[in-house]
């Protein structure tokens, strides 16, 4: 079983966290946060060669609909995308919000899971 999707694409990093950003805003998703995970190794000392950006990426009315439901899930929140180097290639990928949901237990909470799932996967297919 896969807990995540990732994509392959020939932009650099910082071309593909652009188109991401856009098409992330074509389906009502901001980015909330964009941290430089491997900056920050290096600025701590340690040999961390590779690009690594992690997004934290917010649709605030799928957020309301499901912390209305059970403010747990807001443990899962906000969705995380990555931007990533590896063996020179750029790399975007993400957790599946419907593997993370299934812990909650609630239908009504797995479809809105797959709803933000779909939304984020073709967020991240038009990026590339």
Request: net charge negative; with cysteine.
């Amino acid at each position: 079983m896969s807990f995540g999707y990732t994509v392959e694409t020939s932009k650099g990093m910082d071309d593909a966290v652009q188109a991401l950003e856009q098409a992330l805003k074509e389906e009502k998703f901001g980015v909330l946060w964009d941290f430089d995970l491997a900056g920050k190794l290096r600025e701590k000392g340690k040999d961390f060669p590779s690009g690594y950006r992690v997004l934290e990426v917010c649709n605030p009315d799928e957020a309301e609909k499901v912390l209305s439901k059970d403010k747990q899930v807001g443990y899962f929140l906000p969705c995380k995308i990555v931007v990533y180097e590896e063996d020179g290639k750029t790399k975007i990928g993400m957790p599946n919000p419907t593997t993370l949901i299934e812990l909650a237990n609630d239908p009504e909470l797995n479809e809105i899971a797959a709803d933000v799932e779909n939304r984020l996967k073709k967020s991240i297919d038009n990026a590339k």
